[in-house]
Structures are given as structure tokens and as C-alpha cells.
């Protein structure tokens, strides 16, 4: 993928995110290490899986703390996953409840 496929894809993914219900946004992390690097910029809360596709994804977020956490989860990790699959990429992700707002 190059860096232009990499980004479209970072915030495909983000978008998505942020799409579902309960999602109120993605987490960077305490020191905005959860990420995907881009030239200039970065989508904070996704990591992409790595180039030689081992690892998985990862999506980072804050949940709604009166949403059902599981069906939220459930539905974040489904809206990943198609976007991946749309961009030919793995659906290998991994969902990360890191706060409750």
C-alpha cells in the first residue's frame, strides 16, 4: 500500500468508527502513541495492522458510558472489518474499550 492508500484507509476507518452509535471518539492514548503515522498528520486511535500484514488492527475508543459496551464493541468491530475488507485488507481487528464518557 503507499502512503496515499494508507491514509484513505486510516480515516475510512476512522469515519466508520465514529459512525456508531455510543462511539463518542477514538483514543490516542495517554501520550498520542496509538496511531497511524502518515506524512504530516496522523489518525489518532487506529493503528493499522503492520505493512507484511502480521499484526492485527487496532481500534482505540471512548464509549458512552450508558451505551450497551458489548453491542458497541460488537458494531465497531464490524464497521472495521468491512472497511478493511473493502480496501482488500485483512479483517483482523482488535477492538479497545479505553474509557467511558
Given amino acids: 500500500m503507499t502512503p496515499g492508500d494508507l491514509a484513505g484507509l486510516a480515516d475510512d476507518l ?9 462511539v463518542v471518539r ?4 495517554a501520550l498520542g502513541e496509538i496511531g497511524t503515522y ?19 488492527t ?4 471512548v ?9 458497541v ?3 465497531v468491530h464490524l464497521a472495521a472489518a468491512a472497511r478493511l475488507t473493502a480496501a482488500g485488507a485483512p479483517a483482523d481487528v482488535r477492538v479497545h474499550v479505553d474509557d467511558l464518557a
Avoid: K, Q, S, Y
Wanted: aromatic share 0%; charged share 25%; proline share 10%.
Fill in 26 to 29: 477514538l483514543n490516542g492514548g
Fill in 73 to 75: 464493541a460488537e458494531a
Fill in 14 to 22: 476512522a469515519a466508520a468508527v465514529l459512525a456508531v452509535p455510543g
Fill in 63 to 71: 464509549l458512552r458510558a450508558d451505551a450497551p459496551l458489548r453491542e
Fill in 58 to 61: 487496532e481500534v482505540h475508543v
Fill in 38 to 56: 502518515l506524512p504530516g498528520r496522523r489518525v489518532a486511535g487506529i493503528r493499522l495492522a503492520d505493512p507484511d500484514r502480521t499484526g492485527p
